[in-house]
Nanobody, 114 residues
């Protein structure tokens, strides 16, 4: 029905930046909510940011002012621009789509070194 593929993760130093991409297998223009979650080893998955079909955005408190979520409907892609990265941002980042069903990508690893 819907496939999501994350990319853009990697190893960066504290204070650095990464831009994550989530490529969808179909149009995302009508998908109610697309977002990013993350999960660190031994911890629960947590919401990072989301964007609605109407353009409304929301962010977890721990990323406000540092991360920006955006979408490019023409490319069927959502992005997460991550600036001023901290070691505690280290996690696997997952893309999520909510329509009639919930779809998840496989995740992309982000590692932030001291």
């Amino acid at each position: 029905q819907l496939q999501l593929v994350e990319s853009g993760g990697g190893l960066v130093q504290a204070g650095g930046s990464l831009r994550l991409s989530c490529a969808a297998s179909r149009s995302i223009s009508s998908i109610n909510i697309m977002g990013w979650h993350r999960q660190a080893p031994g911890k629960q998955r947590e919401l990072v940011a989301y964007i609605s079909s109407g353009g409304s955005t929301g962010y977890a408190d721990f990323v406000k002012g540092r991360f920006t979520i955006s979408r490019d409907n023409a490319k069927n892609t959502v992005y997460l621009q991550m600036n001023s990265l901290k070691p505690e941002d280290t996690a696997v980042y997952y893309c999520k789509a909510v329509l009639d069903f919930v779809s998840w990508g496989q995740g992309t690893q982000v590692t932030v070194s001291s």
